[in-house]
């Protein structure tokens, strides 16, 4: 699944639908409700609002924009932003600047969660000069304005000063064109008038033919000032990336030895307890400190920052990770898996099974929890029978009986479930997972894990009484058959 889906996952249990339209507290007449302070109530005099998807548009009466130009964007955290927007929509009101911004915190912390598209993270006001020469004096005038704000870098834009004032040069009004691939993309128009496509993408880039104004110069040079030249790694390859940050294969260049190279970008990401990516790496680095000596966790091998981005620099494992190597061996793919391969599989689970729970035990004895659990957090090394346990961005201590912050859908733990209960609970769907991988109906109906078993039992050569403990754990608290007596706090 793309992981951007799960932002439609909010407005409904069992239906996609835009994120906008999740209830409120009074549900979706009550919409205004939820709105920061300066967006409720009636329309200044003068002005015309609409509301298009995530955003809220305020317009001057009788102002015409250009096409295309220099946009500003302004990001804000969640703790500051109804300061940043209260003075953003004064200062647009005061100066008949066209704005729009996204009007609620739910909304802002979807735009800024870890997995939401890293092309529109951190935009939280984008505001449009009335010209390419009025442009200057309005970005200063915002700069000036939130001068020692916070916010999170627009990936897409280049940071003007230290604050969280961001601009590209891009489309202002609705125009389209095919892209590479033949479909509509929103259209900037070239200097003979062919629109060509409006590149949104997660990087700074500006068309050919546009010239930066001069005052964009000493943004543009301390953007360039910016990179690992200074620092002992070289990045072969990025290996992933989220919106919190990417992870990325490198090498440390004094030793040679292969390292994997963590990034983690402040105020983004956002976990479900408001915990940005460089917090979350932090929560791995100290969970990692403390497993040190393990051979199922990759070692911490350093620390350093550029800019305002925070890496932590592990122990690169070789090997894939499980749901790939499950995804290629499952008998289950094929048309008329014979018995022996379906024997080979099952001996071939139950021993990767016991691996992961060892490993999982072991992390435990050494009093943390891991918290995330599931099939890509688990790398396997054919060659050497070996596992490693990956990400403990989510880990914490056993002792504070944290609840759950970041979950894969298939192994997400009922809200109850507190410490290492989260991890059992993981641990229970893997083992039906590694046979039958429909472990997302829990989310809905845990009682199919009864039917789930019932159904392993009958295709592979396993028995329903292997299966028992791995229901009972998942049914725990439901009252119905097949669940056990709740567990011990962890």
Partial sequence: MNPEYAAYCQADRRFYDAPHRSPGPGGAADE???????LRGAVPDGWTRSRRGDWLAYSPDGLRL??????????AALDNAASVLERVVAHCLEHRLAFKCVPNAGLLGLRNAKYADRAGSGKFITVYPPSDEAFPEVCTALMQLLEGEHGPYILSDLRCG???????????????????????????????????PDDRGPSFRVPSWVTPPGFLM???????AVGLADLPYTVEKALHFSNGGGVYLGRDTRTGEQVVLKEARPYAGLAADGADAVARLERERTALEQ????????????VFEVGDHHFLVLQYIPGTTLNTVFARRLPLARQHPSPELLAEHAAWAEELYGQVE?????????????????????????????????DFEAASPAAEHRRQIVANPAFVAPPDRRGADIDRY????????????????????????????????RVFPVTEETLRPAVAEILRDTGRPGAGATAAPA
């Fill in 291 to 302: 497993l040190a000596g393990l051979d199922c966790v990759p070692a911490v091998r350093d």
């Fill in 358 to 390: 060892r490993a999982v035990d072991a992390v435990h004895g050494r009093g943390i929890v891991i918290s995330d659990l599931h099939m890509s957090n688990v790398m396997v090394d054919e060659e050497n029978a070996r596992i490693v346990l990956l």
């Fill in 426 to 457: 993981a641990l229970a769907c893997l083992r039906l997972a590694l046979y039958l991988p429909l472990t997302t109906l829990f989310g809905i109906d845990r009682t199919k894990a009864a039917g789930l078993a019932r159904d392993i039992a």
């Fill in 162 to 196: 230290n604050g969280p004032v961001h601009t590209r040069y891009g489309a202002f009004a609705a125009r389209f064109c095919s892209g590479p691939d033949g479909r509509p993309v929103p259209a900037v128009a070239d200097p003979q008038g062919r629109l060509v």
């Fill in 66 to 75: 250009p096409p295309q130009g220099w946009k500003i964007h302004v990001s």
């Fill in 218 to 224: 000493p943004h543009l040079e301390a953007r360039a």
């Fill in 32 to 38: 205004e409700s939820s709105f920061y302070a300066p």
